[in-house]
């Protein structure tokens, strides 16, 4: 193009510049989903056909994962046909991937509606300052605060509409979207884990949302939801009513924000003080409290038609000659050892081990014939006997057994169990005694 005066320059002349210099320009119809290109160069001839459908363009434009060309699950691909669509001018940013590279494109888009129809004019370049590009990947690194947000939009629930929605993990940019809230309330609820569905219901009704929140306030609930790679990840959603001094104003803001790495970490921590709460520190078996609990649970199911149930206490014999011996590290050495030969007995039985308080042990068994619980009992007696308890040599244990009966509690039971061991060491230790 020739470079004229300014007064020079004609209508025409600019039409021929717009279409030498903007990269794609396209025709749309809503009314019939097509696109049309009237030109396009550069990466716009990979990324767009001549003609095609419209709502796969809008996938393509925004519908992946905004730090890779990897595409959103087809939970979320079911909103592709709400976008597309634009109350007025529209101006926004895109990163887009190409077929075979990991390099994104930063693509600006600007979108201008025909009056009065449903057809729009897209203009879109692509940005080639690289120093740009260069920033708009940083500022995704560190934006961590927003990152956190996957998803946010406004809601008017009188008029039923969703606006000025961002998906961070599409682009940090808002769009409008023609879907009511209504409809996306029952579209979304299949991405919430079934269990919370019910919860996410009642959070979102419209009517609960207007009586429950004053002006300014919030309410939430945390709960499983599948983010844009189809993967349930724990979130947390939250609805604020927009100040405001009319009553009847059912403005809000909705955001569900990316709380899963802290949640896991959270359950992590719970979990190893829910350990230590029901593991004897020294053996990692069932501590006192947590076997108590064992034997009583599996009592009153037997008292309901359960199982059958038996005992076995056990005590090392002369134990307190290891500690006098050769000190208490090798005692808690022996003890360590003596827990790990009877998980070893266990194995494949339905039997759970506890230790009942300093050399006792105490080993409850379900669904197994009183003879089979002696036969198991004698093999246990014999493992000890048999094991190399290292420096503090061969030792035996004292073992006695109760069977459950109908009529018996926790304490009938426990104190046969008690009586049938001691009466083990005073016949002469390492045998097994049944009451």
């Given at each position: 193009?020739?470079?004229?005066?300014?007064?020079?320059?004609?209508r025409?002349?600019?039409?021929?510049?717009?279409?030498?210099?903007?990269?794609?320009?396209?025709?749309?119809?809503?009314?019939?989903?097509?696109?049309?290109?009237?030109?396009?160069?550069?990466?716009?001839?990979?990324?767009?056909?001549?003609?095609?459908?419209?709502?796969?363009?809008?996938?393509?434009?925004?519908?992946?994962?905004?730090?890779?060309?990897?595409?959103?699950?087809?939970?979320?691909?079911?909103?592709?046909?709400?976008?597309g669509?634009?109350?007025?001018?529209?101006?926004?940013?895109?990163?887009?991937?190409?077929?075979?590279?990991?390099?994104?494109?930063?693509?600006?888009m600007?979108?201008?509606?025909?009056?009065?129809?449903?057809?729009?004019?897209?203009?879109?370049?692509?940005?080639?300052?690289?120093?740009?590009?260069?920033?708009?990947?940083?500022?995704?690194?560190?934006?961590?605060?927003?990152?956190?947000?996957?998803?946010?939009?406004?809601?008017?629930l009188?008029?039923?509409?969703?606006?000025?929605?961002?998906?961070?993990?599409?682009?940090?940019?808002?769009?409008?979207?023609?879907i009511k809230?209504?409809?996306?309330?029952?579209?979304?609820?299949?991405?919430?884990?079934?269990?919370?569905?019910q919860?996410?219901?009642?959070?979102?009704?419209?009517?609960?949302?207007?009586?429950?929140?004053?002006?300014?306030?919030?309410?939430?609930?945390e709960?499983?939801m599948?983010?844009?790679?189809?993967?349930?990840?724990?979130?947390?959603?939250?609805?604020?009513?927009?100040?405001?001094?009319?009553?009847r104003?059912?403005?809000?803001?909705?955001?569900?924000?990316?709380?899963?790495?802290?949640?896991?970490d959270?359950?992590?921590?719970?979990?190893?003080?829910?350990?230590?709460?029901?593991?004897?520190s020294?053996?990692?078996?069932?501590?006192?409290?947590?076997?108590?609990?064992?034997?009583?649970?599996?009592i009153?199911?037997?008292?309901?038609?359960?199982?059958?149930?038996?005992?076995?206490?056990?005590?090392?014999?002369?134990?307190?000659?290891?500690?006098?011996?050769?000190?208490?590290?090798?005692?808690?050495?022996?003890?360590?050892?003596?827990?790990?030969?009877?998980?070893?007995?266990?194995?494949?039985k339905?039997?759970?081990?506890?230790?009942?308080g300093?050399?006792?042990?105490?080993?409850?068994?379900?669904?197994?014939?009183?003879?089979?619980?002696?036969?198991?009992?004698?093999?246990?007696?014999?493992?000890?006997?048999?094991?190399?308890?290292?420096?503090?040599?061969?030792?035996?244990?004292?073992?006695?057994?109760?069977?459950?009966?109908?009529?018996?509690?926790?304490?009938?039971?426990?104190?046969?169990?008690?009586?049938a061991?001691?009466?083990?060491?005073?016949?002469?230790?390492?045998?097994?005694?049944?009451?």
């Amino acid at each position: 193009m020739e470079n004229k005066a300014l007064e020079d320059y004609t209508r025409g002349d600019l039409i021929d510049i717009l279409d030498s210099n903007v990269d794609a320009i396209l025709m749309v119809d809503t009314t019939k989903n097509l696109y049309r290109s009237i030109a396009r160069k550069g990466f716009f001839l990979e990324l767009l056909e001549e003609t095609g459908d419209y709502s796969q363009l809008i996938e393509k434009l925004w519908f992946h994962l905004s730090e890779t060309g990897e595409s959103i699950s087809d939970d979320y691909k079911a909103f592709v046909s709400y976008y597309g669509k634009y109350r007025g001018k529209t101006s926004r940013r895109l990163t887009i991937y190409g077929k075979e590279s990991d390099k994104p494109h930063i693509i600006q888009m600007n979108v201008y509606p025909i009056k009065d129809t449903d057809k729009y004019i897209y203009c879109m370049d692509e940005l080639d300052d690289y120093e740009y590009v260069e920033e708009h990947m940083t500022t995704n690194k560190v934006s961590t605060i927003q990152s956190t947000y996957l998803f946010s939009m406004f809601v008017d629930l009188a008029k039923d509409t969703t606006s000025s929605i961002s998906v961070t993990e599409i682009s940090d940019e808002t769009v409008d979207s023609d879907i009511k809230y209504s409809q996306w309330r029952l579209m979304t609820v299949n991405m919430i884990w079934p269990d919370d569905q019910q919860s996410f219901l009642e959070l979102t009704d419209p009517d609960n949302l207007k009586v429950r929140l004053e002006p300014g306030c919030t309410a939430s609930i945390e709960c499983k939801m599948k983010n844009l790679e189809g993967i349930y990840i724990w979130v947390k959603l939250t609805f604020c009513r927009a100040r405001t001094s009319n009553n009847r104003d059912f403005r809000y803001v909705f955001m569900v924000q990316d709380i899963n790495e802290s949640y896991e970490d959270l359950m992590t921590t719970l979990k190893k003080y829910e350990d230590k709460a029901l593991e004897d520190s020294l053996t990692g078996l069932l501590n006192r409290g947590s076997t108590e609990t064992e034997i009583r649970n599996a009592i009153d199911g037997f008292k309901n038609g359960g199982e059958q149930v038996s005992l076995m206490m056990l005590d090392l014999d002369n134990f307190k000659n290891v500690n006098d011996t050769y000190g208490h590290a090798v005692g808690d050495e022996t003890l360590k050892t003596f827990a790990a030969v009877l998980q070893n007995c266990a194995k494949g039985k339905n039997a759970t081990v506890g230790r009942w308080g300093g050399e006792e042990f105490i080993i409850s068994i379900c669904d197994t014939s009183r003879e089979d619980v002696l036969s198991f009992a004698e093999e246990v007696r014999k493992s000890v006997e048999e094991y190399d308890f290292c420096e503090a040599g061969r030792l035996t244990c004292s073992i006695g057994v109760s069977h459950l009966e109908p009529e018996d509690s926790f304490e009938d039971v426990y104190d046969r169990m008690d009586k049938a061991m001691y009466s083990s060491k005073e016949a002469g230790r390492n045998r097994v005694t049944q009451l």
